[in-house]
């Protein structure tokens, strides 16, 4: 059976200067240069879960793509920024930072920062991704966000010291080790590891007995910071084990029959990660929140989701959804992560 992996990866995602806005009594950080300054305006409110999941079930059943242009955000004018929050320190992310910075606990917060519930995230660009969402969670529920990731290092750790290409592990290991130190020192209550590599040393794939192994040694080592584990599950993602479109080419070249580009989540969502997040979230007390509803219906996931007379985007690009769906998605998401949180005791 293929392996699942990205086709891309993406740069670093340099934070840019965002103007702040109220919409809707909710604090947006605006779009990037380059962005149409309607697209804030325009963004609607949040939708609440069942909302969203209405929103997707008759969006699914749509047989043409929006227009490009007016899309939240425009397909064509989307950056590296539409990856995760604006601004981004790219001393708490990037795709080339060597150490977590000293003053992590105060430089890297999101969310409500004087919260005395902390909720830390930590990965890869999986990781931030979700910051926008968490972002605005925590600012809706008074938790406290810290985030650290560096581009192409998942939180599980590959003994193999490789990555695929065969390229050294080295960095990763170590930046990974200061994030493990970082989550110790903070002592938060809910630990929240994003990851999509499977990478098992050059040329390889991880088994699924080798994969439990690095999400053993994971757990392992965040034991100490008494937090519990919580994973979040694989968002869809456009794998080259059952297609070769991508979201863009779905909403350009197969705009008129955009149907065709509508895969299951059986198909769309990671079997291998999500059946790893399972049995390690059992055998640690810990939980896996399924979000694949804020995406797919059983058996659709949307590339677009239509709400009243706005078209949001849901990807980036093939593995990643984008910073506007990110947060229009967050209340939706506190809906599904708010029994995890108010089961949790506060550290």
Known sequence: ????????????????????????????????????????????????????????ASSVQLTAAPNIKTTIPPLLSMTPVDMSIVPLDPECYSDSVTSVPADFATRCVWGSK???????????????????????????????????GLSQCSPWVDPQKLYYTGTSLAACDKFRHEEFRAIDETHPAIVIPEGLELDYGKGNYATPAQFLGELQTMATALKPSGAKLVFLSPIPGFYPDFTNQTPSTCLTAHAGTIGTCLYSPTQMVSYELLAGFKAIAASTHGAVADVTPLFCTTSKCAIFVKAGNANHLV?????????????????????????????TPTS
């Open 1 to 56: 059976m293929a392996r699942r992996r990205a086709r891309l990866w993406v740069g670093a995602l340099f934070g840019v200067l965002a103007t702040t806005l109220v919409v809707n009594g909710a604090l947006y950080g605006a779009a990037g240069a380059g962005t149409p300054a309607p697209l804030a305006a325009r963004f609607g409110a949040r939708p609440t879960l069942a909302q969203l999941e209405a929103d997707i």
């Open 114 to 148: 004087t919260a005395t519930r902390t909720i830390f995230l930590f990965g890869d660009s999986q990781a931030a991704q979700w910051l926008p969402a968490l972002n605005a969670l925590g600012v809706d529920l008074g938790w406290k966000i810290i985030m650290l």
């Open 315 to 343: 990807f980036y690009n093939d593995y990643h959804i984008n910073r506007w769906y990110s947060l229009w998605i967050s209340q939706a998401l506190e809906t599904i992560l708010g029994p995890l949180l108010t089961s």
